[in-house]
């Protein structure tokens, strides 16, 4: 994740609020104000962009700031700070002001992007990297759950279009990168702080996450598959904390790989292109035919095997992504292989999701550990596939990728069969 870039698995920032006490009336629903949603999706544009396009800069950094630097760990900080955000506003909980959330957020996200175009060294520019991704957490956790709570019955179909714009602005990153990274690609975070700067009507989305009402999506939930404590500690009718057991950890497991894999593709392709003897700009701008075919096969795939339950239909699509990473250390074909990588690999995380969400006896908790469990793997996976294949030649990457794969496609026929 890259794409934390997901709507389904975003866990909510604030327990759902007890109901009215005899006599009273019930708490009317949280509406979203509409320059609030707007910015909200200029926001997840600019985050798209700037997330996205980090793997792709790879090889214009390591000219930037010298081939000794290991030039892949701008996306493991990035993860990193995200995790910790995410991890911190769980563990606030109601002692957070939900208010103040996004605007702070929006201004530590730009304040980060900002310090990566002004930085002077390898040194500073990782550590703004890691504010950023703090910005970037925090603003796709608070964001979702607002939106699942400010459009009532239409909450799940406008937190989809909010991620979808998301995965927009994942498409145009590595296009964004190749158009400046000769100049000098800390440009394009400079103008990524530049471009959220005017989104601080998005600020008004705190007031939708401290109202106290919640809106109703398909499945009874708030946000259908979003609601509750921020950790997933409590839920809204008992106070109980609920336990996740045992029989979950291949879920998280599933989604820790996965999602970790996911990030590394976006991460390493574009350096195994240069390997491969394309140009740094051409390598830099091919890398979005991985993001177009996530977009695609979001679209297309469920579509084709919606009436297939999960446990058929996970494993097949990680087959089918190992494949095309396999295709990918083929010398040439790895243009074609990303993107055929990508249509096979984007229902997986929706899959998981909708099935542990199926499954679990508190589909909030669970949903918001597996969303943990994915910014874990964002952020420690690209780092495990650069020691083993950074420094290798063209077929070492897709190898290390589809190693990876592989590993994920045993989890979930370990999953298959432990849930039979």
Known sequence: MTE????????????????????????????????????AFCVFLVLGVLTASLGASLPFLRERFGAEHEVGRVVSAYNLGALA??????????????????????????????????SPGWTAYL????????????????????????????????????????????????????????????????????????????????????APGAATGADGDAGGTTGGDA???????????????????PFLLVGLVYAGMETSIGTWQSTQLVRDGWSTQAATTAASGFWAGMAVGRLVVPQLTRRLPGRTTLPAYLAAGLGALALAAVPHLAVVAYPLAGLALAPVLPTLIAWVSGVAAVPQQATSVLTLCCMLGNAVVPAVVGALG??????????????????????ALWLRAARR
């Open 4 to 39: 934390l870039r997901r709507a389904e698995s975003t866990p909510a920032l604030v327990d759902t609020a007890p109901g009215p006490a005899a006599g009273e009336e019930p708490a009317a629903t949280p509406v979203m104000a509409g320059s609030a949603a707007v910015s």
């Open 85 to 118: 955000a995410t991890v911190c506003i769980g563990l606030l909980g109601r002692r957070l002001n939900v208010r103040a959330a996004p605007p702070v957020l929006l201004a530590v996200f730009a304040a980060g992007a900002a310090g990566m175009a002004a």
């Open 127 to 210: 550590c703004c990297a890691a504010v950023t991704g703090i910005g970037y957490g925090g603003l796709a956790l608070t964001l979702n759950t607002a939106f699942a709570r400010g459009f009532a019955g239409n909450s799940v179909v406008m937190v989809n279009r909010l991620n979808a714009v998301f995965g927009i602005g994942a498409m145009l990153g590595p296009l964004a990168a190749g158009a400046v990274g000769h100049t000098d690609i800390r440009l394009l975070a400079l103008a990524a702080a530049v471009c959220a700067l005017p989104c601080f009507l998005v600020g008004r989305a705190g007031a939708v996450l401290a």
């Open 231 to 249: 950790g997933g500690n409590v839920d809204g009718s008992g106070g109980q904390r609920a336990w996740i057991g045992l029989e979950l950890l």
């Open 390 to 411: 950074g420094s290798g030649g063209a077929v070492v990457i897709p190898l290390v990728l589809a190693g990876a794969c592989l590993l994920c496609l045993g989890l």
